[in-house]
T-cell receptor
Framework: ELKVEQNPLFLSMQEGKNYTIYCNYS?????LYWYRQDPGKSLESLFV?????AVKQEGRLMASLDTKARLSTLHITAAVHDLSATYFC???????????FGTGTSLTVIP | DSGVTQTPKHLITATGQRVTLRCSPR?????VYWYQQSLDQGLQFLIQ???????AKGNILERFSAQQFPDLHSELNLSSLELGDSALYFC????????????????????FGPGTRLTVL
């Protein structure tokens, strides 16, 4: 059974601190996606990681992909309150025509 | 704004009823995806259409059906509604994998609409 697991599920961190969200998956996909969702809102695409070793950075967020370990990380540097949201990773299914989301990580940044 | 539109934003109905949710993809996108988001099930992929044809099926109930029309908009029909069908329904669109884009090949990055919140009473 295909699994996309994120941890932690809930993360409360102080402003200015660093932390990493982990995404483990079981498909053979070499692509991984990160999305952000604000409460009651839609999903916003953050990163598309297209190959093993891919690293992308935008502001205080950096995502990386290790396809051999089937692991992606989303690293948060010097968190600010605006980063409070739920973060989802997602992968293609093995046929490439389905899409599987992780459980989500609810991040709260405390002033 | 992703460029994907969904109507209506909110829908309140009773058990046993039937509703239709509508989605218009971004200009140029041929693939449409439907998702259900609920507190207990998380984000579940329901179904995908590409250029009018069903491409992939996920955890879609038999009471639910969808189609994509020649103008590429899509509708999700939910019938014999139950309390447990209350959820946020998202539509997303993408340029299908392998389609040339301005910067090379576009992969399966999906752009999500604002969602329809369905409440079944």
């Amino acid at each position: 059974e295909l699994k996309v697991e994120q941890n932690p599920l809930f993360l409360s961190m102080q402003e200015g601190k660093n932390y990493t969200i982990y995404c483990n998956y079981s498909t053979t996909s070499d692509r991984l996606y990160w999305y952000r969702q604000d409460p009651g809102k839609s999903l916003e695409s953050l990163f598309v990681l297209l190959s093993n070793g891919a690293v992308k950075q935008e502001g205080r967020l950096m995502a990386s992909l290790d396809t051999k370990a089937r692991l992606s990380t989303l690293h948060i540097t010097a968190a600010v309150h605006d980063l409070s949201a739920t973060y989802f990773c997602a992968v293609d299914g093995d046929t490439g025509n389905q899409f599987y989301f992780g459980t989500g990580t609810s991040l709260t940044v405390i002033p | 704004d992703s460029g994907v539109t969904q109507t209506p934003k909110h829908l309140i109905t009773a058990t046993g009823q039937r509703v239709t949710l509508r989605c218009s993809p971004r200009s140029g996108d041929l693939s449409v995806y439907w998702y259900q988001q609920s507190l207990d099930q998380g984000l579940q992929f329901l179904i995908q259409y590409y250029n009018g044809e069903e491409r992939a099926k996920g955890n879609i109930l038999e009471r639910f059906s969808a189609q994509q029309f020649p103008d590429l908009h899509s509708e999700l029909n939910l019938s014999s509604l139950e309390l447990g069908d209350s959820a946020l329904y998202f539509c997303a669109s993408s340029v299908d994998p392998g389609t040339p884009s301005g910067w090379g090949w576009s992969y399966n990055e999906q752009f999500f609409g604002p969602g329809t919140r369905l409440t079944v009473l």
